[in-house]
């Protein structure tokens, strides 16, 4: 096991009802709050309403901005960032999936930061302080909720990158496992799918001695492949609900990953897809991941079989047996769920695996933890994934 | 999965030689400390050197009071409220295992409080505030380091009571893993035999649909079962003082009880044992948790017979007689580890089971969540310990 240092320092707040109270929370930071969301379904099911209400109830003024949109974007973030500023805005509540938190967060940089936030996504500067965030959770998937984690889409120069600091960490978490009944079928899935190479990520490590993260992640894999199916029958049994938003939160918020690297080429490969066509980041995952684990399997079979045999319960004769169908089972799941598996299927044009494969890399010239994979290695994947 | 509000707020430092940088973690709290501890050893190894030269390096003051006793004694803790009240004190530093950082977190709630700090523990009073406490641990498996329990011993009364506050939660806990070299192998096994009736006290749970902390305890569980023998075997393995060091803190950190509710009865119940008798309290949890499982299994078989075949791989034709298997599988892990299972074996006295069982149930008159345990039923259970 590696060192480490980690502070989960987020109030989970989770149950029925409880965005209701969330002015009692906000009320712990601040008493001028930038509430920032995406879809109508938030006014139309009257949660706003509520929300606001709430707000009033604890003396909090707020500013709404809405139009946040999948693979969300960095005008808007400049847009928050003015209205921050113009109205002395000191907190930021983020209302929906990782979309709005994203994008809160980045507001939450870029308030605080003199230059164009973009730098922060580049890594042309490092973020010294940010505003505080708040989330209200009506998405599971991300696990933004809890993480340090914002990935913002500059869609000027088609480019969708990410940062990692504990600054934008959210103070708080409102997760009312009731959201989950208006999510549509198709974001459910890939929210599952979301959840599902979170948890993959991090179990594709070259960390030697981590039995325990190893267990913790394939306990948190066979909840979701339990789970998961039956909340698709059933989308609005809370129980199925709870269980599902809570698997999305804690494969992303950094319990799983103490001590050990975790891989994230195919995350970076992904990005590249959705920057460029706009495709839902789980229902790309659905597609990347399973042709990166054909492409990397040798790289470690003994992971590969071990995940196989505890997690899908395959049993083989050899581990390059097992492995094989460890993953054609995670290819089974994804379909179940009534993703595609290729990029041909979800009608993603297959002509720019060149340009995807070296944006990927960036300056480093290649991605991922568990195998480095360089701009030909992409290209082969991209190409099993067609 | 019921509603639950948590905040992971300890800040972790996990790794070789990190309590060589204990000033630059306090010095974010603090100019002035107790420096709490027990054990010669840190003495005699020259840790409490180190630490005393990185706090000095930080430039911060400090006193230090040692003598924390296994069952710490709630004279000591009268008498840190003391000195941090004279000296001007606003942090404690604890050093050491659960006995040393439970001292701590009551001098931290007594010396804001003008009464008597016992009436926390008796349920007399609520603490309102505390100082704030830093933890450097030596002895992994009381998982104190990131819990909200502190249990203190009121040697003058015989009683060992304990209180759950998120004031106390340790702002920090430096874990180094190579300070699980020098534990006596006693001390040691204790350790692993307490983190693993942790995990059971969560897992025991008449909370249903918690499918995800099932999974995760399990993990848990298996990890321990796995790590817990080759650690006996060679206890300066970095690695696996790595491994259990971590199961030991996520066990009683609050991750794996979330959104569910835990028995304790049985630690209760060994409370009083070690209250009259001063045992080891891993040691007592040996015995007493094999004796309860016996008594209360039949109030959910599934429950068993799931632990016993996910966790100990136990097929067997019927649930009665997988949890039965499974039960004894618990008393050879504990023998394995050089453990007694029975109160004879102990050297513990049989004769005041009444006095225990009436102590045990307090004022509620009952213990546990799993099965509500009364006097009688407590009697019992300690019958079959005998």
């Not at 809160?104 to 973020?127: H, N, Q």
Request: aromatic residues 10%; glycine residues 8%; charged residues 25%.
């Amino acid at each position: 096991m590696q060192n480490f240092e980690s502070k989960l320092g987020t109030r989970v707040v989770f149950g029925k009802g409880k965005e209701n109270e969330v002015g009692k929370y906000v009320a712990e930071h601040s008493n001028k709050v930038l509430i920032h969301y995406g879809g109508d379904y938030l006014k139309e099911y009257g949660i706003l309403d509520r929300l606001t209400q709430s707000l009033e109830e604890n003396s909090i003024d707020y500013i709404i901005l809405d139009s946040v949109v999948p693979n969300p974007r960095l005008s808007l973030v400049k847009k928050g960032i003015s209205i921050c500023r113009e109205q002395d805005i000191d907190f930021i509540l983020a209302v929906g999936g990782g979309s709005a938190i994203d994008s809160s967060k980045a507001i939450a940089l870029g308030v605080k930061y003199d230059k164009d936030v973009w730098d922060f996504y580049t890594g042309k500067a490092e973020p010294k302080e940010a505003l505080k965030v708040g989330v209200v959770l009506t998405i599971p998937g991300s696990g933004s909720e809890m993480s340090e984690s914002s990935i913002i889409t500059n869609e000027e120069e088609n480019l969708k990158y990410g940062i990692d600091t504990e600054l934008i960490v959210p103070e708080f978490a409102i997760l009312n496992p009731e959201m989950c009944y208006t999510i549509p079928p198709y974001l459910l899935s890939c929210g599952i799918a979301d959840t599902l190479t979170h948890l993959f990520e991090r179990y594709f490590t070259p960390t030697k001695n981590v039995v325990i993260t190893d267990y913790l992640i394939e306990g948190a894999m066979k909840a979701l492949l339990e789970i998961g199916p039956k909340l698709k029958k059933e989308p609005t049994n809370y129980d199925y609900c709870a269980e599902f938003m809570w698997i999305a939160t804690i494969a992303h918020n950094g319990s799983m990953d103490v001590g050990r690297v975790s891989d994230w080429a195919s995350h970076r490969i992904e990005h590249e897809i959705s920057a460029l066509y706009d495709i839902t980041h789980g229902a790309g995952m659905a597609i990347v991941y399973p042709a990166w684990m054909k492409y990397v399997k040798n790289q470690d079979i003994d992971r590969f079989s071990q995940l196989a045999t505890r997690v899908f319960g395959v049993i083989h004769s050899s581990k390059e047996e097992a492995s094989h169908i460890g993953i054609q089972k995670v290819e089974e799941f994804f379909r179940a769920l009534g993703l595609k598996t290729t990029l041909t299927e979800a009608d993603v044009p297959i002509d720019k695996f060149e340009i995807m494969a070296k944006k990927a890399v960036g300056e480093a010239g290649f991605i991922g933890k568990f195998k480095k994979l360089y701009p030909k290695d992409i290209i082969e994947i991209l190409n099993i994934a067609k």
